[in-house]
């Protein structure tokens, strides 16, 4: 299992586009992948679970994988929310 | 997959589909929508209604959608509520309709139910919080 803590830095946040591309690339993968914020836990494979975190800019959110792909599966969930969601700011 | 048909007062179904496929980025396959205004003949719209879900039903059933409780459309859906193929459910919002849309490639009484918790998860009083 890998746990890594990121920050939220898209000017909209975890909304629901956002949201909607990290189930996405989510579902790629055979880990189980989870996102903690405030001890609440949910699965990165529903969109509706995730706006339930209401995480907007500024926050922190941690990564959970666990599975047979995980390292991939971190890194290129961490590299989505690094590239602002692909929306530019 | 469900099958999935929103009967709605007015052009609110065909919004919420337009805002799913936005946000999901996607367009939807077997999802539809029925409007429903002042001016509808209700034999007509039963007619549409049965034909969609003929369309929809790709053997694991159909998930229909209205807005509010105890008006003509879900009056109109009443009769379709007992069919082992179908489940009506009103309340009807944006979160359900996503909910649906990603939660629908198992039994129709999972969808179902995964939609009644998104919409009652979804409703919160943010000033109280």
Do not use: W
Request: proline share 2%; net charge negative.
């Amino acid at each position: 299992m890998i746990k890594k803590k990121v920050k939220i830095i898209n000017k909209l946040g975890l909304h629901a586009r956002a949201s909607s591309k990290l189930t996405q690339l989510a579902s790629q993968f055979n880990s189980e992948i989870f996102l903690i914020k405030n001890s609440k836990k949910v699965s990165a494979n529903n969109i509706m679970d995730i706006l339930m975190l209401a995480a907007s800019v500024g926050s922190e959110v941690e990564l959970e994988v666990n599975g047979p792909d995980e390292k991939e599966a971190i890194n290129k969930i961490e590299k989505l929310f690094k590239n602002y969601f692909d929306e530019g700011e | 997959m469900i099958g999935i048909l929103l009967v709605t007062h007015g052009e609110i179904g065909k919004s919420l589909i337009d805002c799913a496929a936005h946000i999901l980025g996607k367009s939807i396959n077997q999802l539809e929508c029925i409007p429903i205004d002042p001016k509808s003949d209700l034999q007509e719209c039963e007619k549409y209604i049965e034909n969609e879900i003929k369309n929809l039903d790709m053997g694991t059933g159909v998930l229909i959608m209205t807005d509010i409780y105890g008006a003509t459309p879900s009056n109109i859906l009443k009769k379709y509520s007992s069919k082992d193929n179908i489940e009506v459910i009103t309340g009807l919002n944006l979160a359900m309709v996503i909910q649906a849309i990603t939660s629908r490639d198992g039994s129709l009484s999972d969808t179902t139910n995964k939609c009644l918790e998104s919409a009652e998860d979804g409703i919160i009083n943010m000033s109280k919080k």
